[in-house]
Nanobody, 116 residues
Framework: QVRLVESGGGLVQAGGSLRLSCAAS????????WGWYRQAPGKQRDLVAS????????NYADSVNGRVTISRDGAKNTVYLEMHSLKPEDTAVYYC?????????WGQGTQVTVSS
């Protein structure tokens, strides 16, 4: 069974940085895309960044463009999200997902809290 486990969240001051990781375990193949999403209290879950498998084409939400970098390690089936210049409005639960042959799987999320 495929599982995604996020890590790296925490409490950081405004202007700080965090690096989130998402590792996929289990048998997984024919991956199309990886993604990071976030959901703040009372709001919908929104895309933060995604990266296509193979050619590593990134896509960023306007709200984070220039402040985050998504990358992946194919050998480890792991995707990363490096975030810089964090703002209080970046506070949310961050989820990763993977779109692969069987469908889209989600992790359980990791909390990111940015204090002002």
């Amino acid at each position: 069974q495929v599982r995604l486990v996020e890590s790296g969240g925490g409490l950081v001051q405004a202007g700080g940085s965090l690096r989130l990781s998402c590792a996929a375990s289990g048998i997984i193949f024919s991956i199309n895309k990886w993604g990071w999403y976030r959901q703040a209290p009372g709001k919908q879950r929104d895309l933060v960044a995604s990266i296509t498998n193979g050619d590593d084409r990134p896509n960023y939400a306007d709200s984070v463009n220039g402040r985050v970098t998504i990358s992946r390690d194919g050998a480890k089936n792991t995707v990363y999200l490096e975030m810089h210049s964090l703002k209080p409005e970046d506070t949310a639960v961050y989820y990763c997902n993977v779109d692969w042959l069987i469908g889209v799987y989600w992790g359980q999320g990791t909390q990111v809290t940015v204090s002002s």
